[in-house]
């Protein structure tokens, strides 16, 4: 049985801010938190379904606030940055409340609403007042044990006015549980103005006593460092309380320098302490909070991944589990496989996070010409090497690597890789439509030792595979694999797909065809170049949601048009649109997107994959008249140049992949899940760990 209970629940871009209430241990009374969830990890408050240890902020609300005036009147901005920045926001209230036995005074800044976020130790509050204790001990462990949020201390803290000491010393009394630490307008030295000393003297007895609840007081008597790059703080320069010597930043600056603790205090000009204040530079703190959680996070992924010893391995066959597509239109099977030491030119890796990609599906569903069974589908992942054959110098044992169906050879020799105008590097095409290694063998055999084939130089639907040097694309360490796997096709098709292949300009008018995985990246990465116009059009509207938070201007529902809708599109925009892309690998829709392109000059990208046999059409006069169609393969990237720098963008912040992420599964056997998710329509992409 639960320890909670949900009171309400509202969707918030794309993610959900909750309500939640629970009986405190710390307060001996019910209390309420609110706490927003990115779309990714919202199954692990609503459905029960535990994913990822998600990295949270916790915000601490000022005098007379409860746990909802922050998400009321900043939750706007702060949770859309959050949806961004892949974090949870947890708001807890401030002082115990809702039971007629907590004791209150007739005053704003003492009592219910102002419980300073100290453990009351004078009546009448030592029995409810522990707010101390509920914010750094009771509600994390409530939070990692019910939601897995925050696990392994991976969480930071903010807050403002009175939150915002809270913060601050919260912080700095447990440095090893905390992150980082901002603040807005925070009361920097309560035990040397008159808030703190009306707490102080009530909570706690004394003044004296408020001393190890003072951020300027513990840094002043700090020896060590803090363990926090920075502490950042925003004050308004028309702040009341500041005026009245309620909150003497200066008192704490000065103190931190003594320290060697470095204090980032931003005096915002004309800015109150209200509301208003906070909602201007929230986004400022999220990022701040988030840039530190993700190096955390990395840091500890790192750390786990650098525990492999793979020198058991080394050299001799591994025997494991692999989902085996036997035929087409079957389920994949649970096998156990043994999979052959890397030859020369060759990395052997182990599997560990799978992206099931339509293109899987499409082969595995019997369209496409050059599958072969029995076969191990699977071409977005992450990986870690295992071991490498003879030769090999790009990558060594213990690397993160993305396969890439693409290779890149990079020889001087090959016209294609020398080439600004292609990806198409030709080195191991022809073993690799044939679903063989280029040395024309397989590394794959089932338990009777016959062998199974490979599917586009990746066969990641294994724990271990064998890829060429050529196809493996290093990587940062710092990126969780099982984000970095998104980049092995769909998000990377459809950023390059705009960037590369089409070059799309900065005010461009844009039409996408296909809300998927792809489409939406392609939606993503025109944002990014700065088109003005970005129409999203499919025949699923639940879609369009997505669609108009990743950077749509316009969503078109094909299927409610009584006119062709490249028709409709015209009439919108009267010449057409500058770009146009295709994510449906449906032929009719192909011929929609290249006549909507605009007169003159626009261009048509063909990104989605159509089935065997299946052909294009067209007027030519459509092409007479100034229109380009094109298609594109793995967005046009240079996959070992490239990919990594893709990864990058995305540990800086700068190219965010959450929102693709919509299920997961634990372990290879559930492939076949992730399989059945795709086909349920509401799957952007589902990623199997391993």
Request: a negative charge; one cysteine or more.
């Amino acid at each position: 049985m639960a320890n909670y209970t949900i009171l309400s629940h509202n969707r918030v871009g794309a993610g959900t801010y909750f309500r939640i209430s629970h009986q405190s241990s710390s307060t001996k009374t019910p209390m309420t938190f609110g706490l927003f969830v990115p779309s990714r990890f919202v199954g692990n408050v609503e459905g029960g379904e535990k994913k990822d240890n998600v990295p949270v902020m916790y915000w601490l609300s000022g005098l007379t606030c409860d746990d909802t005036n922050f998400a009321q009147k900043a939750g706007g901005k702060a949770f859309i940055a959050a949806e961004k920045e892949g974090i949870a926001i947890v708001m807890p209230d401030t002082s115990p409340r809702g039971d007629p036995s907590i004791p209150n005074v007739d005053s704003y800044d003492l009592g219910i609403g102002a419980g300073f976020y100290v453990n009351a130790t004078q009546e009448p509050y030592s029995t409810h007042y522990h707010m101390y204790s509920y914010v750094t001990e009771e509600l994390p462990a409530l939070l990692e044990s019910e939601f897995s949020i925050g696990k392994d201390c991976l969480r930071s803290i903010s807050g403002h006015s009175m939150g915002g000491h809270g913060a601050i010393t919260i912080a700095l009394k447990n440095s090893s549980s905390w992150v980082s630490v901002s603040a807005f307008s925070p009361i920097c030295n309560p035990t040397a103005c008159p808030w703190g000393d009306k707490a102080f003297k009530a909570y706690l007895g004394s003044v004296e006593a408020g001393r190890a609840h003072d951020a300027t007081c513990l840094l002043a008597e700090k020896t060590g460092s803090t363990g926090y790059d920075d502490i950042l703080i925003d004050q308004g320069n028309s702040d009341e309380f500041l005026a009245q010597k309620q909150l003497l930043p200066e008192n704490l600056v000065e103190a931190a320098k003594k320290a060697g603790q470095k204090v980032t205090l931003n005096m915002r000009d004309g800015f109150d302490h209200s509301y208003y204040f906070i909602a201007t530079f929230i986004e400022n703190h999220v990022a701040f909070h988030g840039q530190r959680l993700r190096k955390r996070q990395s840091e500890m992924l790192m750390l786990a991944s650098s525990s492999y010893d793979f020198s058991s391995t080394t050299g001799k066959p591994i025997q494991c589990n692999a989902m085996v597509a036997r035929g087409p239109k079957q389920p994949l099977t649970l096998e156990t496989i043994t999979v052959d030491p890397p030859k020369a030119g060759e990395v052997r890796v182990k599997v560990m996070a799978n992206a099931l990609c339509h293109t899987d599906v499409y082969t595995l569903d019997g369209h496409d010409p050059e599958g072969l069974f029995p076969c191990i589908l699977g071409h977005e992942a992450g990986c870690i090497v295992e071991s490498v054959g003879d030769g090999v110098l790009s990558v060594k044992p213990g690397d993160h690597v993305i396969p890439c169906y693409t290779p890149q050879c990079a020889l001087p020799s090959c016209i294609f890789c020398q080439s600004p105008k292609t990806n198409l590097c030709p080195q191991i095409r022809g073993t690799q439509g044939q679903g063989i290694m280029p040395d024309g063998t397989v590394r794959f055999h089932d338990k009777d030792g016959k062998p199974i084939y490979h599917f586009m130089g990746c066969s990641t639907m294994a724990e271990y595979t064998v890829l060429a040097e050529i196809s493996c694309a290093k990587i940062s360490k710092e990126l969780p694999l099982e984000k970095a796997c998104l980049f092995g096709c769909g998000v990377s098709t459809g950023l390059g797909a705009v960037w590369n292949t089409c070059k799309v300009e900065t005010g461009s008018s844009v039409a996408v065809f296909g809300l998927g995985a792809v489409g939406l990246a392609v939606i993503q990465g025109a944002k990014m170049a700065g088109a003005s116009q970005i129409i999203a059009v499919d025949i699923n509207p639940e879609k369009f949601a997505s669609a108009v938070e990743l950077g749509a201007t316009e969503v078109v529902d094909s299927s409610k048009l009584d006119k062709p809708v490249q028709a409709h599109i015209v009439e919108m925009t009267k010449w057409g649109v500058d770009y146009t892309f295709d994510c449906t690998g449906n032929v009719s829709v192909m011929r929609a997107a290249l006549e909507c392109a605009h007169r003159g000059w626009g261009t048509s990208c063909v990104i989605g994959v159509a089935a065997s046999g299946h052909e294009i059409s067209t007027r030519p006069f459509q092409l007479v008249t100034g229109r380009t169609w094109k298609g594109t393969a793995f967005g046009g990237f240079k996959s070992r140049r490239d990919v990594p720098q893709l990864v990058q963008k995305c540990i800086d912040g700068t190219l965010p992949v959450d929102h693709f992420i919509t299920h997961t599964f634990d372990g290879v056997q559930h492939t076949n899940a992730a399989i059945d998710a795709l086909h349920g329509g509401k799957c952007l992409r589902a990623v199997v760990r391993y």
